[in-house]
């Protein structure tokens, strides 16, 4: 596990979303771009939630994409890589709180997926805040909305997925742009990640 | 409890609550194979725990726990559920009761209601939101919460509001005050005018009897509606376009003879229902006496003119100059082809007194003055005018005559100074014009000079006599009182009258005394197809109003007449009148009507301009805000224009059912202690001080704050919060425990830190009862948090006013007094029994305890006094949720067990057509979008999204509705399955957690598997989210039915399957437990194997002598044994153990196996652990050192035995919590509390002088146990606290001595016994460890067993078919034990009852050649499921017991496991779907 990844298992959706912006603040403003983002969500709880934000009518940006699952611990990891093989910007499971599963504890297996899959995205040179796990109960709209704006504009700054080709976008300089030369050596380093994600899911699929 | 009347029982039960404990009855006995009709008081069902934010002892989610059951409870086809009412009274006998069941409207057809909420986003009326305490508002058209079930809106109606009914248009008063009040004056007008076209004229003159109604008339001064009106009247001709040309419907013809007020409203009305009308007016303008009769000054002609413009407007014809009897006639109309003629006609003859002189020069009425004002003839006023008469005219014509040049204007009317007609307003505004007014005076001449002009009149004084027939008080002359006035102009302005020579030889209309005869609620004259209304249609001149009313009915009459309908009266439906309570009344701050401005009288009086100049907007919506809202539903029916499948019924009546059912279960619950018997604590007069159910909605993430705690004075976070505990318990009037507030406060303590990290709860309590299982650890935590505990009664709160802070005074264990500052106080408020449960209980014929709670039995916990009548939740006595829920399971059963008989006659089974296979075929999906009213339309483009849908791959028909699921879309999403063979649907609408089922009922009704579905939520989770992003929403919608569409076509039909099912059950533990669960479904008719382990039944409660009570339990258990023995289902296997346990739900097989080493395999369908717990004996305070050291189950024998030990002893102490509530274990025994009082008592009783001592860390008699407590100390007994830190010291060798502290006096004491008994904690029995690993079923660190979920699956296990009950779950009493034994008779009752189990689904599947058998699913499954074939050496997952939840699917390093309905083709298909294919 990465030491980001060890660090969000143990905090709070505030601090969380607190400490990205600090992180991200200083990087550089992606006007215009919208983010595609997927949301992993149980159905007991975070399901319910964003109903209940929708109930109340708390409004938050309109990039995030639900896929429903039955429970977050049906989440696999061969589902987070091919979201970012399709080409999602971000993305981010929401579960029961901890100690709460509906299914007792299929949260907390989701959690750990989560923090493989960040350290898979860092090898392959992508940023690993683009995939996070948070939790909520089903009374907290608040929450819901909170999270999708947090994570929106987590996603905003840190720009487009570099796999993903897109019109008038460099996908290999947005990369440099963010980690550095060195996790680019060549500008076909995009096309590189991409295809790893690719290999990787294909073995999954195999085996 | 044996089966009553068995072959002619019904198989029904009725349900009595709706909270957590009814609806889990409702399901076992659903499930269990009866019908149930659950009857709820609120609209939605949930109960109290649908309002809590959290749940003791873990703080899970109240809703995320109780939301799936509120849906099944919703779904179940056998669950009948009548909200908004109440069980009446019941009649006959067990088996066969016909419940009488009253229902209040609930104004909304739930089978129409789409819950899309657009009704609430328009109604104006705010009041308080009772789910939220009050602490926030919603509307009189409501959904209770937004999770509520039933899905659907209600309205509060209390009645109709007195100024509706005042009205004699009936217009909706309070509707559109409320309307102003919320700014929308739009709607405000269309409200007004829909009874009545004279808006703008009635808004000026109409005399406003809806003012005297008006409730805020008793507080300080009656809402200003009349100025409303008129505000509103002036906005819409300021702001809204000339209405449109109403429609013709009909080739009728109406004529209307007359345009005055009722001739008007009555050709309005007429035209908006579809008639062509055209009205005659014998004057050259509209208006009758509003124009001709009022003078410009009070109504200006151009605010009438536009009230008459609006008429027209609708396609009116009129045709002014046209006089009756000259140039037309009634008979001429109906020869023309008009169908029906409405006499509107008008009083218009002025008539002067039958007086000397009244007709001498310079004598007028007041009719013909003020119409020649308005046609601008030339008039000759004197300058010195009397007018006779008091009412408006005499105002209207003695003002107009100023206006006209008058320098003096003498008012003189017959009326006393009390009773003179005209309004307060004239009478103010004419003597702020310098009329003057003599009262009480009557004309007998007038005087003249010898031209035969008018020099004065003569009156006399006059009082007013008796009442004639009509109502009329004529003027009694007093004797020698003549006076006279000069003047040389006299106005009478004493009457008017029918100017009616065209209806001369008029065939069957009759004019009686000047009025056209009718009938007075039909309109109807003697002649067909002629109706009447209007001053000429009345018992006297009547005010615009009256007019407007009576056109109105008339145009419904002739409307009914024209369709040939019977002509029945049409009169507007009445509802009793509502009132705010004296309560609301007096706590109103006075707040002053607004006043219209005005011109001084100085200024106006010689002008013709408008008095009164109108409120601004500001005064306007002011002044409609102090409106009280007296029916609460207004009656604006803004509801009824916004609801498009139209559901609303304002006119639906409160129902009474009969329902017939066999038994009844009475689960209605709790109140909370109402506070204002608390008064001292300053609740309700300070704001900051709350109750524990205001603090939980203030904590809840969906509460009126979105959970920020806030205090409500200044919005300030707190930083102190105090909770005191026992207000409304343990008092003079409560002599109980509430049992739920320790734990409450302790959950609300914490979560206030959560909330407020740097806040610092401070908890006053006596004692903290937290007797449940995992209770003290939560304590614990409180405590480790900070939380701190205060053990004291506070004595008085006080407000700071300066700060809003709250000064709690409070007094130590040492007696001392001290104040601190709160921030905020939270008051832990006690339950009380269901008031109106309580006040039913004659009706139902069951009795109540002396503190109002359900009278029960001894050993009979869930019976009521009246056989068939059960209990279960907080009704029988207060209980936290999972009590009740094990109580309802266990009343379940008890219906099961009197009603064994007639299970299965009553229930239904739904019928689907043979489903079509669609394997192999290519998609065809069919996609239907929905506008949800103007919920999702609004925000995102529909039929856009529609269109687009259509052009994605595999669609083969899109469509957009206004309502997906109203009951003719779905009709027709069935007709495009067959139109276009489609075999997968996507509904793009609201949210699949509430709709999915019904979508899937459709596809299943249209022959397709109901797995073939998807849904995209388009609402909740898009328009609903991003009103502001109409462009941004559209594309999200679209790309979720994009993403939906791909997912479809991936989507495979799955079955589930009839797993057979043995009808049988093991229970383990021959206790009272095992014995009451065997006999429970021995009775209910399936076989029960009951293993005991040793030669004997009855289990530990034997080792009792006695109970609290006083009765001997061996008696009890004797009767039991001889039911359980008797029962041939039932097998009982002394000296056995069950071994080699295998299978799943339904399907178990094990072995039962003697001590002689026999084995007998079984086979059974469910699994009861009752295995009870033991006694423990640690060694402290000298237990086994000493022989006058003892434990509770010791004291019990030597009580039995009468032994001298006891009966000796001079001295007698207990020591309390020995050996538990510390560190070796930290857990409550929950009984040795009672036991130890119990005997304390019984020690007491025998010796009243003996002392006894009793040292404890806490007392925790629970409920109604609490009476014990009281008793004990009434009777002396001597009770001391201590605490971990401070234990007493026991020297035991030949005598016993206890050193122990005493808090009061602060010092040692030593105390010397003859007899001290230990309450030792009861542990686990042997055996535990063994049995739950051969189960598969956890035990908790204690070592007692873990059930499924703490609160509302107290008697499951996570493992389907295996259940528990008794003290193998956690120590409890005897009629706990009883309780839980038939709770888990009923979960199981619930399996055994179906005739086979279905199975498949949303389950996984190994796919067994992939499968490495590397036992990964066997190890993480949380419930156990998955386990290695024996045959095959590869894993397998037992359908009928996977839960669905993937865990095992994703963790699987050979992905050889797949979760149907979610596969990896179904997730991908959505992913790539998103970012694919845009538009």
């Given at each position: 596990?990465?030491?980001?990844?060890?660090?969000?298992?143990?905090?709070?959706?505030?601090?969380?979303?607190?400490?990205?912006?600090?992180?991200?603040?200083?990087?550089?403003?992606?006007?215009?771009?919208?983010?595609?983002?997927?949301?992993?969500?149980?159905?007991?709880?975070?399901?319910a939630?964003?109903d209940l934000?929708g109930s109340?009518?708390?409004?938050?940006?309109?990039?995030?994409?639900?896929?429903?699952?039955?429970?977050?611990?049906?989440?696999?990891?061969?589902?987070?890589?091919?979201?970012?093989?399709?080409?999602?910007?971000?993305?981010?499971?929401?579960?029961?709180?901890?100690?709460?599963?509906?299914?007792?504890?299929?949260?907390?297996?989701?959690?750990?997926?989560?923090?493989?899959?960040?350290?898979?995205?860092?090898?392959?040179?992508?940023?690993?805040?683009?995939?996070?796990?948070?939790?909520?109960?089903s009374?907290?709209?608040?929450?819901?909305?909170?999270?999708?704006?947090?994570?929106?504009?987590?996603?905003?700054?840190?720009?487009?997925?570099?796999?993903?080709?897109?019109?008038?976008?460099?996908?290999?300089?947005?990369?440099?742009?963010?980690?550095?030369?060195?996790?680019?050596?060549?500008?076909?380093?995009?096309?590189?990640?991409?295809?790893?994600?690719?290999?990787?899911?294909?073995?999954?699929?195999?085996? | 409890?044996?089966?009553?009347?068995?072959?002619?029982?019904?198989?029904?039960?009725?349900?009595?609550?709706g909270?957590?404990?009814?609806m889990?009855?409702?399901?076992?006995?659903?499930?269990?194979?009866?019908?149930?009709?659950l009857?709820e008081?609120q609209p939605a069902l949930g109960?109290?725990?649908a309002?809590?934010?959290?749940?003791?002892?873990?703080?899970?989610?109240?809703m995320?726990?109780i939301a799936p059951k509120l849906v099944e409870a919703g779904r179940h086809?056998?669950i009948e559920i009548m909200t908004n009412?109440?069980?009446?009274?019941?009649?006959?006998?067990?088996?066969?009761?016909?419940?009488?069941?009253?229902?209040?409207?609930r104004?909304v057809d739930p089978a129409k209601c789409t819950s899309c909420g657009a009704c609430a986003?328009?109604?104006?009326?705010?009041?308080?939101?009772?789910y939220?305490?009050?602490?926030?508002?919603?509307?009189?058209t409501y959904k209770l919460y937004p999770q509520a079930i039933p899905n659907t809106y209600a309205v509060?109606?209390?009645?109709?509001?007195?100024?509706?009914?005042?009205?004699?248009?009936?217009?909706?008063?309070?509707?559109?005050?409320?309307?102003?009040?919320?700014?929308?004056?739009?709607?405000?007008?269309?409200?007004?005018?829909?009874?009545?076209?004279?808006?703008?004229?009635?808004?000026?003159?109409?005399?406003?009897?809806?003012?005297?109604?008006?409730?805020?008339?008793?507080?300080?001064?009656?809402?200003?509606?009349?100025?409303?009106?008129?505000?509103?009247?002036?906005?819409?001709?300021?702001?809204?376009?000339?209405?449109?040309?109403?429609?013709?419907?009909?080739?009728?013809?109406?004529?209307?003879?007359?345009?005055?007020?009722?001739?008007?409203?009555?050709?309005?009305?007429?035209?908006?229902?579809?008639?062509?009308?055209?009205?005659?007016?014998?004057?050259?303008?509209?208006?009758?006496?509003?124009?001709?009769?009022?003078?410009?000054?009070?109504?200006?002609?151009?605010?009438?003119?536009?009230?008459?413009?609006?008429?027209?407007?609708?396609?009116?014809?009129?045709?002014?100059?046209?006089?009756?009897?000259?140039?037309?006639?009634?008979?001429?109309?109906?020869?023309?082809?008009?169908?029906?003629?409405?006499?509107?006609?008008?009083?218009?003859?002025?008539?002067?007194?039958?007086?000397?002189?009244?007709?001498?020069?310079?004598?007028?009425?007041?009719?013909?003055?003020?119409?020649?004002?308005?046609?601008?003839?030339?008039?000759?006023?004197?300058?010195?005018?009397?007018?006779?008469?008091?009412?408006?005219?005499?105002?209207?014509?003695?003002?107009?005559?100023?206006?006209?040049?008058?320098?003096?204007?003498?008012?003189?009317?017959?009326?006393?100074?009390?009773?003179?007609?005209?309004?307060?307003?004239?009478?103010?505004?004419?003597?702020?014009?310098?009329?003057?007014?003599?009262?009480?005076?009557?004309?007998?001449?007038?005087?003249?000079?010898?031209?035969?002009?008018?020099?004065?009149?003569?009156?006399?004084?006059?009082?007013?006599?008796?009442?004639?027939?009509?109502?009329?008080?004529?003027?009694?002359?007093?004797?020698?009182?003549?006076?006279?006035?000069?003047?040389?102009?006299?106005?009478?302005?004493?009457?008017?009258?029918?100017?009616?020579?065209?209806?001369?030889?008029?065939?069957?209309?009759?004019?009686?005394?000047?009025?056209?005869?009718?009938?007075?609620?039909?309109?109807?004259?003697?002649?067909?197809?002629?109706?009447?209304?209007?001053?000429?249609?009345?018992?006297?001149?009547?005010?615009?109003?009256?007019?407007?009313?009576?056109?109105?009915?008339?145009?419904?009459?002739?409307?009914?007449?024209?369709?040939?309908?019977?002509?029945?009266?049409?009169?507007?439906?009445?509802?009793?009148?509502?009132?705010?309570?004296?309560?609301?009344?007096?706590?109103?701050?006075?707040?002053?009507?607004?006043?219209?401005?005005?011109?001084?009288?100085?200024?106006?009086?010689?002008?013709?301009?408008?008095?009164?100049?109108?409120?601004?907007?500001?005064?306007?919506?002011?002044?409609?805000?102090?409106?009280?809202?007296?029916?609460?539903?207004?009656?604006?029916?803004?509801?009824?224009?916004?609801c498009?499948p139209?559901a609303?019924?304002?006119?639906?009546?409160?129902?009474?059912?009969?329902?017939?059912?066999?038994?009844?279960?009475?689960?209605?619950?709790?109140?909370?202690?109402?506070?204002?018997?608390?008064?001292?604590?300053?609740?309700?007069?300070?704001?900051?001080?709350?109750?524990?159910?205001?603090?939980?909605?203030?904590?809840?993430?969906?509460?009126?704050?979105?959970?920020?705690?806030?205090?409500?004075?200044?919005?300030?976070?707190?930083?102190?919060?105090?909770?005191?505990?026992?207000?409304?318990?343990?008092?003079?009037?409560?002599?109980?425990?509430?049992?739920?507030?320790?734990?409450?406060?302790?959950?609300?303590?914490?979560?206030?830190?959560?909330?407020?990290?740097?806040?610092?709860?401070?908890?006053?309590?006596?004692?903290?009862?937290?007797?449940?299982?995992?209770?003290?650890?939560?304590?614990?935590?409180?405590?480790?948090?900070?939380?701190?505990?205060?053990?004291?009664?506070?004595?008085?709160?006080?407000?700071?006013?300066?700060?809003?802070?709250?000064?709690?005074?409070?007094?130590?264990?040492?007696?001392?007094?001290?104040?601190?500052?709160?921030?905020?106080?939270?008051?832990?408020?006690?339950?009380?029994?269901?008031?109106?449960?309580?006040?039913?209980?004659?009706?139902?014929?069951?009795?109540?305890?002396?503190?109002?709670?359900?009278?029960?039995?001894?050993?009979?916990?869930?019976?009521?006094?009246?056989?068939?009548?059960?209990?279960?939740?907080?009704?029988?006595?207060?209980?936290?949720?999972?009590?009740?829920?094990?109580?309802?399971?266990?009343?379940?059963?008890?219906?099961?067990?009197?009603?064994?008989?007639?299970?299965?006659?009553?229930?239904?089974?739904?019928?689907?057509?043979?489903?079509?296979?669609?394997?192999?075929?290519?998609?065809?999906?069919?996609?239907?979008?929905c506008?949800c009213g103007?919920n999702?339309?609004?925000?995102?483009?529909?039929?856009?999204?529609?269109?687009?849908?259509?052009?994605?791959?595999?669609?083969?028909?899109?469509?957009?509705?206004?309502y997906t699921c109203s009951s003719?879309?779905l009709?027709?999403?069935?007709?495009?399955?067959?139109?276009?063979?489609?075999?997968?649907?996507?509904?793009?609408s609201c949210t699949p957690r509430t709709h999915e089922p019904i979508f899937q009922d459709?596809?299943?009704?249209?022959?397709?598997?109901?797995?073939?579905?998807?849904m995209?939520n388009?609402r909740d989770?898009?328009?609903w989210?991003?009103?502001?992003?109409?462009?941004?929403?559209?594309?999200?919608?679209?790309?979720?039915?994009?993403?939906?569409?791909?997912?479809?076509?991936?989507?495979?039909?799955?079955?589930?399957?009839?797993?057979?099912?043995?009808?049988?059950?093991?229970?383990?533990?021959?206790?009272?437990?095992?014995?009451?669960?065997?006999?429970?479904?021995?009775?209910?008719?399936?076989?029960?194997?009951?293993?005991?382990?040793?030669?004997?039944?009855?289990?530990?409660?034997?080792?009792?002598?006695?109970?609290?009570?006083?009765?001997?339990?061996?008696?009890?258990?004797?009767?039991?044994?001889?039911?359980?023995?008797?029962?041939?289902?039932?097998?009982?296997?002394?000296?056995?153990?069950?071994?080699?346990?295998?299978?799943?739900?339904?399907?178990?097989?094990?072995?039962?196996?003697?001590?002689?080493?026999?084995?007998?395999?079984?086979?059974?369908?469910?699994?009861?652990?009752?295995?009870?717990?033991?006694?423990?004996?640690?060694?402290?305070?000298?237990?086994?050192?000493?022989?006058?050291?003892?434990?509770?189950?010791?004291?019990?024998?030597?009580?039995?035995?009468?032994?001298?030990?006891?009966?000796?002893?001079?001295?007698?102490?207990?020591?309390?919590?020995?050996?538990?509530?510390?560190?070796?274990?930290?857990?409550?025994?929950?009984?040795?509390?009672?036991?130890?009082?119990?005997?304390?008592?019984?020690?007491?009783?025998?010796?009243?002088?003996?002392?006894?001592?009793?040292?404890?860390?806490?007392?925790?008699?629970?409920?109604?146990?609490?009476?014990?407590?009281?008793?004990?100390?009434?009777?002396?007994?001597?009770?001391?606290?201590?605490?971990?830190?401070?234990?007493?010291?026991?020297?035991?060798?030949?005598?016993?001595?206890?050193?122990?502290?005493?808090?009061?006096?602060?010092?040692?004491?030593?105390?010397?016994?003859?007899?001290?008994?230990?309450?030792?904690?009861?542990?686990?029995?042997?055996?535990?460890?063994?049995?739950?690993?051969?189960?598969?079923?956890?035990?908790?660190?204690?070592?007692?067993?873990?059930?499924?979920?703490?609160?509302?699956?107290?008697?499951?296990?996570?493992?389907?078919?295996?259940?528990?009950?008794?003290?193998?779950?956690?120590?409890?009493?005897?009629?706990?034990?009883?309780?839980?034994?038939?709770?888990?008779?009923?979960?199981?009752?619930?399996?055994?009852?179906?005739?086979?189990?279905?199975?498949?689904?949303?389950?996984?599947?190994?796919?067994?050649?992939?499968?490495?058998?590397?036992?990964?699913?066997?190890?993480?499954?949380?419930?156990?499921?998955?386990?290695?074939?024996?045959?095959?050496?590869?894993?397998?997952?037992?359908?009928?017991?996977?839960?669905?939840?993937?865990?095992?699917?994703?963790?699987?390093?050979?992905?050889?496991?797949?979760?149907?309905?979610?596969?990896?083709?179904?997730?991908?298909?959505?992913?790539?779907?998103?970012?694919?294919?845009?538009?």
């Amino acid at each position: 596990m990465t030491n980001d990844a060890q660090e969000a298992a143990t905090m709070t959706v505030e601090q969380q979303l607190a400490a990205d912006v600090a992180v991200v603040e200083a990087m550089p403003a992606n006007e215009g771009f919208e983010p595609e983002i997927i949301v992993f969500a149980c159905h007991y709880c975070a399901y319910a939630a964003a109903d209940l934000a929708g109930s109340m009518r708390l409004q938050y940006p309109t990039n995030v994409r639900m896929i429903k699952l039955p429970c977050t611990g049906k989440l696999e990891v061969i589902h987070l890589l091919k979201a970012f093989e399709a080409g999602a910007d971000g993305v981010y499971a929401a579960g029961c709180l901890e100690g709460e599963c509906h299914y007792l504890k299929g949260n907390l297996w989701a959690r750990k997926r989560i923090g493989h899959v960040k350290t898979l995205l860092e090898e392959l040179g992508i940023d690993p805040k683009r995939v996070e796990m948070f939790n909520m109960s089903s009374a907290m709209g608040a929450r819901f909305a909170e999270t999708a704006r947090g994570f929106t504009e987590r996603i905003r700054k840190l720009g487009p997925n570099p796999v993903r080709p897109r019109e008038g976008f460099d996908p290999a300089e947005a990369v440099r742009a963010r980690m550095g030369d060195a996790a680019l050596p060549d500008d076909s380093a995009a096309e590189v990640a991409g295809a790893e994600i690719t290999a990787i899911i294909e073995e999954g699929l195999k085996t | 409890m044996s089966s009553a009347a068995p072959e002619r029982s019904v198989g029904a039960a009725l349900v009595l609550g709706g909270g957590v404990a009814g609806m889990q009855c409702s399901l076992d006995l659903a499930e269990g194979g009866y019908k149930v009709y659950l009857v709820e008081k609120q609209p939605a069902l949930g109960g109290h725990m649908a309002q809590l934010d959290k749940t003791f002892p873990t703080n899970d989610c109240a809703m995320c726990t109780i939301a799936p059951k509120l849906v099944e409870a919703g779904r179940h086809l056998n669950i009948e559920i009548m909200t908004n009412s109440e069980l009446a009274a019941l009649e006959g006998e067990p088996g066969n009761f016909t419940a009488k069941v009253t229902h209040d409207a609930r104004y909304v057809d739930p089978a129409k209601c789409t819950s899309c909420g657009a009704c609430a986003e328009v109604c104006p009326v705010v009041v308080p939101d009772s789910y939220n305490m009050g602490m926030a508002g919603r509307k009189a058209t409501y959904k209770l919460y937004p999770q509520a079930i039933p899905n659907t809106y209600a309205v509060t109606k209390l009645g109709q509001s007195p100024c509706k009914l005042a009205c004699p248009a009936a217009t909706s008063a309070q509707g559109y005050v409320a309307l102003v009040a919320a700014g929308r004056f739009k709607e405000a007008y269309k409200v007004a005018a829909e009874p009545n076209p004279f808006v703008s004229t009635c808004g000026r003159v109409c005399t406003a009897s809806c003012e005297e109604a008006c409730s805020r008339g008793d507080v300080e001064a009656p809402i200003a509606i009349r100025s409303l009106k008129r505000f509103v009247a002036d906005w819409a001709n300021e702001n809204l376009p000339p209405p449109e040309r109403a429609e013709i419907k009909f080739d009728e013809k109406v004529a209307i003879i007359g345009a005055g007020p009722s001739g008007l409203t009555a050709a309005r009305d007429l035209a908006l229902l579809g008639y062509k009308t055209t009205v005659f007016e014998a004057k050259p303008e509209a208006g009758g006496m509003l124009r001709f009769g009022i003078p410009e000054y009070r109504l200006p002609k151009a605010a009438l003119q536009q009230d008459i413009d609006r008429v027209l407007g609708l396609g009116v014809e009129l045709r002014v100059n046209q006089a009756a009897g000259k140039d037309f006639t009634v008979d001429s109309l109906l020869a023309d082809g008009y169908q029906a003629v409405f006499l509107g006609v008008g009083l218009q003859g002025g008539r002067p007194l039958p007086i000397p002189g009244n007709d001498a020069k310079g004598v007028f009425t007041a009719v013909d003055l003020l119409r020649d004002i308005t046609l601008e003839r030339p008039i000759e006023i004197g300058k010195k005018v009397v007018v006779i008469g008091g009412g408006d005219v005499a105002f209207d014509a003695g003002r107009a005559v100023l206006r006209l040049g008058a320098d003096e204007v003498t008012l003189v009317c017959i009326e006393d100074d009390e009773s003179v007609p005209g309004s307060d307003e004239e009478r103010e505004e004419g003597s702020d014009e310098g009329i003057s007014l003599i009262t009480s005076r009557m004309p007998t001449a007038v005087k003249t000079d010898s031209d035969g002009r008018v020099t004065g009149v003569e009156f006399s004084a006059c009082v007013l006599g008796e009442p004639d027939a009509r109502g009329w008080r004529p003027p009694v002359p007093v004797q020698n009182t003549q006076s006279e006035l000069d003047c040389d102009t006299v106005v009478f302005a004493t009457g008017q009258g029918l100017v009616a020579d065209f209806m001369q030889g008029l065939e069957g209309v009759h004019v009686e005394r000047n009025q056209i005869v009718f009938d007075k609620e039909t309109h109807a004259t003697g002649r067909e197809g002629v109706f009447a209304g209007g001053d000429a249609a009345a018992t006297g001149p009547w005010t615009a109003i009256e007019a407007v009313a009576a056109g109105r009915r008339a145009a419904r009459s002739i409307h009914n007449y024209l369709r040939g309908e019977h002509l029945v009266a049409v009169m507007d439906k009445r509802k009793p009148e509502a009132r705010p309570g004296e309560d609301i009344l007096a706590t109103l701050e006075v707040t002053p009507r607004e006043v219209m401005p005005h011109i001084a009288g100085a200024t106006r009086m010689r002008t013709w301009d408008e008095v009164s100049t109108g409120f601004s907007m500001e005064q306007a919506v002011a002044e409609a805000k102090r409106c009280l809202n007296c029916a609460i539903c207004s009656e604006c029916y803004e509801c009824v224009h916004a609801c498009g499948p139209g559901a609303f019924l304002h006119d639906e009546e409160d129902t009474e059912v009969d329902v017939s059912v066999g038994a009844v279960v009475l689960a209605s619950g709790f109140d909370p202690t109402p506070l204002g018997s608390h008064g001292e604590y300053g609740y309700g007069r300070y704001p900051n001080i709350l109750s524990a159910l205001e603090y939980e909605r203030m904590l809840s993430a969906s509460g009126p704050n979105q959970g920020e705690v806030k205090r409500p004075s200044d919005g300030r976070h707190p930083k102190k919060v105090a909770f005191i505990q026992c207000v409304g318990s343990r008092d003079q009037d409560h002599d109980y425990c509430s049992s739920v507030c320790c734990m409450f406060a302790n959950k609300q303590a914490m979560l206030t830190i959560d909330h407020e990290p740097d806040c610092k709860p401070t908890v006053f309590l006596m004692d903290m009862r937290a007797m449940g299982k995992g209770f003290d650890g939560f304590y614990q935590r409180a405590l480790d948090m900070g939380v701190v505990y205060i053990r004291s009664r506070p004595s008085d709160i006080k407000e700071d006013p300066a700060t809003g802070d709250a000064l709690i005074t409070w007094e130590d264990e040492a007696g001392q007094l001290h104040t601190d500052r709160y921030d905020m106080v939270v008051l832990s408020v006690g339950l009380e029994p269901s008031r109106r449960t309580q006040d039913a209980a004659g009706s139902l014929g069951i009795a109540l305890n002396r503190h109002g709670f359900c009278q029960l039995e001894e050993y009979r916990p869930l019976d009521t006094s009246r056989p068939g009548v059960f209990v279960a939740g907080p009704f029988s006595e207060p209980k936290d949720i999972p009590d009740s829920v094990a109580q309802a399971s266990a009343a379940a059963a008890q219906v099961m067990v009197s009603l064994a008989y007639s299970r299965g006659t009553l229930t239904a089974e739904k019928v689907y057509p043979v489903e079509k296979d669609v394997v192999g075929e290519e998609a065809r999906v069919g996609v239907f979008v929905c506008h949800c009213g103007s919920n999702i339309a609004s925000v995102i483009d529909v039929k856009g999204a529609a269109e687009y849908a259509n052009s994605l791959p595999g669609v083969v028909c899109s469509n957009d509705t206004i309502y997906t699921c109203s009951s003719d879309s779905l009709a027709r999403i069935k007709e495009l399955v067959g139109e276009h063979d489609l075999n997968r649907v996507v509904v793009a609408s609201c949210t699949p957690r509430t709709h999915e089922p019904i979508f899937q009922d459709t596809l299943r009704e249209a022959g397709l598997n109901p797995f073939l579905f998807e849904m995209a939520n388009i609402r909740d989770q898009a328009s609903w989210v991003h009103r502001d992003e109409p462009e941004g929403a559209t594309q999200k919608a679209k790309d979720l039915i994009r993403m939906s569409v791909a997912r479809a076509r991936e989507l495979e039909p799955l079955y589930k399957i009839d797993v057979p099912l043995t009808h049988a059950a093991a229970v383990i533990g021959g206790g009272i437990a095992g014995m009451t669960a065997a006999a429970a479904l021995g009775d209910m008719g399936y076989e029960v194997h009951l293993v005991e382990r040793s030669e004997k039944l009855g289990g530990r409660v034997l080792e009792i002598d006695r109970t609290i009570k006083g009765s001997d339990p061996a008696e009890f258990v004797a009767a039991l044994e001889r039911r359980v023995l008797a029962n041939p289902k039932v097998k009982v296997h002394m000296g056995a153990n069950l071994t080699d346990f295998h299978g799943f739900i339904g399907n178990f097989a094990s072995v039962i196996e003697g001590r002689d080493g026999a084995r007998t395999p079984i086979e059974h369908g469910v699994v009861i652990i009752a295995t009870g717990a033991k006694e423990d004996r640690p060694e402290v305070f000298g237990l086994g050192s000493s022989q006058k050291v003892v434990t509770g189950m010791d004291l019990e024998k030597l009580l039995a035995e009468d032994d001298p030990a006891v009966k000796d002893a001079d001295s007698v102490g207990f020591m309390l919590c020995a050996g538990s509530l510390d560190e070796n274990k930290g857990y409550c025994s929950r009984t040795c509390c009672a036991q130890s009082i119990k005997n304390a008592i019984r020690l007491k009783e025998q010796e009243p002088d003996r002392p006894v001592y009793i040292w404890f860390k806490e007392i925790r008699t629970a409920g109604l146990t609490e009476e014990y407590y009281t008793r004990a100390r009434e009777l002396g007994v001597v009770f001391t606290r201590y605490d971990n830190q401070e234990r007493p010291l026991v020297t035991a060798n030949g005598s016993v001595q206890v050193d122990f502290k005493d808090p009061y006096l602060n010092k040692r004491i030593e105390m010397p016994l003859d007899l001290l008994v230990l309450a030792t904690p009861a542990v686990p029995n042997e055996g535990n460890e063994d049995l739950s690993k051969m189960l598969k079923v956890p035990l908790t660190a204690d070592g007692f067993y873990l059930e499924a979920h703490v609160k509302l699956r107290p008697v499951d296990f996570a493992s389907e078919g295996i259940f528990l009950c008794g003290s193998a779950h956690y120590p409890k009493g005897i009629e706990e034990t009883i309780s839980q034994a038939y709770a888990a008779a009923g979960r199981a009752a619930a399996i055994l009852a179906k005739p086979a189990l279905k199975a498949g689904g949303v389950v996984a599947e190994v796919d067994q050649d992939k499968c490495a058998a590397c036992l990964t699913c066997v190890r993480i499954c949380p419930y156990g499921v998955p386990s290695i074939e024996s045959d095959t050496k590869k894993a397998k997952i037992e359908a009928a017991a996977c839960q669905g939840c993937g865990i095992c699917v994703s963790e699987c390093p050979v992905k050889a496991i797949e979760l149907h309905h979610y596969t990896d083709a179904q997730v991908f298909a959505k992913e790539e779907a998103l970012i694919g294919e845009q538009v």
